[in-house]
């Protein structure tokens, strides 16, 4: 009999502690979920403190978040928060903390935009492609425009790197970068110039329209370069239209017509 009384004791006390649990957890889930401890603010700060936010405003992290967090102080998700704050316009990344009592701050590295993709999308400077408002650029903003199959952004924009590396001496900037379906590449400089490479003999298919023994890429590429100022010496301000560097042993140029006047005045 003891031992059933003392064990009956066991069961009514833990009973009661788990009564006790059950009731405690009830009222700290009603109090979380009072109104004041309702989210009240968002801050929003660069990830790089030395840099202000550049393209990202609160109206347009307003927008798109509009209806899509949920919960309070407590009980929002702050990696869902997260992703939500991402899918905003010229957000790379974002990290979300809670400040006491009814804020949430967050950090946001922006999208640096290295160039215009296609028709209606940019290039990062981490060869990512992202979606943002181009009319949010600055008016004296030039960027380069880069066009390629869907999934060979990172090879587009090291080429373009590399033709921009090459053509500085030359004080020429790479207006504009098209890599074809076929793989073949056209450049266009800042001088109006168009550049015909063809396609890399290391890619996977023949360039059919290549011509045997030409040079790699960048070779194709230091050869223009180290005789071009030469060349315009020779042209004696003679514009070019287009480059064909697909020889093996040379490249082709296209003059541009002369202007009317000048064409009167060699008669």
Same mark, same amino acid.
């Given at each position: 009999?003891?031992?059933?009384?003392?064990?009956?004791?066991?069961?009514?006390?833990?009973?009661?502690?788990?009564?006790?649990?059950?009731?405690?957890?009830?009222?700290?889930?009603?109090?979380?979920?009072?109104?004041?401890?309702?989210? @009240? &603010?968002?801050?929003? /700060?660069? +990830?790089?403190? =030395? %840099?202000?936010?550049?393209?990202?405003? $609160? #109206? !347009?992290?307003? *927008?798109?978040?509009?209806?899509?967090?949920?919960?309070?102080?407590?009980?929002?998700?702050?990696?869902?928060?997260?992703?939500?704050?991402?899918?905003?316009?010229?957000?790379?990344?974002?990290?979300?903390?809670?400040?006491?009592?009814?804020?949430?701050?967050?950090?946001?590295?922006?999208?640096?935009?290295?160039?215009?993709?296609?028709?209606?999308?940019?290039?990062?400077?981490?060869?990512?492609?992202? @979606? &943002?408002?181009?009319? /949010?650029? +600055?008016?004296? =903003? %030039?960027?380069?425009?880069?066009?390629? $199959? #869907? !999934?060979?952004? *990172?090879?587009?924009?090291?080429?373009?790197?590399?033709?921009?590396?090459?053509?500085?001496?030359?004080?020429?900037?790479?207006?504009?970068?098209?890599?074809?379906?076929?793989?073949?590449?056209?450049?266009?400089?800042?001088?109006?110039?168009?550049?015909?490479?063809?396609?890399?003999?290391?890619?996977?298919?023949?360039?059919?329209?290549?011509?045997?023994?030409?040079?790699?890429?960048?070779?194709?590429?230091?050869?223009?370069?180290?005789?071009?100022?030469?060349?315009?010496?020779?042209?004696?301000?003679?514009?070019?239209?287009?480059?064909?560097?697909?020889?093996?042993?040379?490249?082709?140029?296209?003059?541009?017509?002369?202007?009317?006047?000048?064409?009167?005045?060699?008669?």
């Amino acid at each position: 009999m003891w031992n059933d009384a003392r064990f009956l004791n066991v069961i009514a006390n833990a009973l009661a502690v788990l009564a006790a649990a059950v009731l405690l957890v009830a009222g700290v889930l009603w109090l979380v979920q009072r109104p004041v401890f309702a989210l @009240t &603010a968002i801050e929003l /700060e660069s +990830a790089a403190q =030395e %840099e202000p936010l550049s393209y990202v405003t $609160p #109206e !347009g992290v307003r *927008s798109a978040i509009a209806g899509r967090l949920h919960g309070n102080f407590f009980t929002l998700d702050l990696d869902e928060a997260r992703q939500v704050l991402e899918s905003a316009p010229w957000v790379r990344r974002a990290s979300v903390q809670r400040v006491w009592p009814g804020t949430i701050k967050v950090s946001i590295e922006e999208q640096q935009p290295l160039a215009f993709w296609n028709e209606n999308q940019m290039i990062n400077t981490w060869g990512e492609v992202f @979606t &943002a408002n181009l009319g /949010e650029l +600055a008016d004296d =903003e %030039e960027l380069p425009r880069l066009l390629g $199959p #869907e !999934g060979t952004e *990172s090879l587009v924009v090291q080429r373009y790197a590399e033709l921009a590396r090459w053509f500085a001496p030359l004080s020429l900037q790479v207006r504009r970068i098209e890599l074809s379906p076929r793989y073949a590449w056209m450049v266009d400089l800042s001088d109006g110039m168009t550049l015909n490479l063809g396609r890399d003999p290391g890619a996977d298919a023949p360039d059919p329209h290549g011509l045997p023994g030409a040079l790699p890429f960048a070779a194709r590429i230091q050869q223009f370069v180290q005789v071009w100022p030469d060349v315009v010496r020779r042209l004696e301000g003679r514009a070019v239209k287009e480059a064909d560097l697909r020889y093996p042993n040379g490249f082709a140029l296209t003059l541009a017509e002369l202007p009317n006047n000048s064409l009167r005045k060699t008669h």
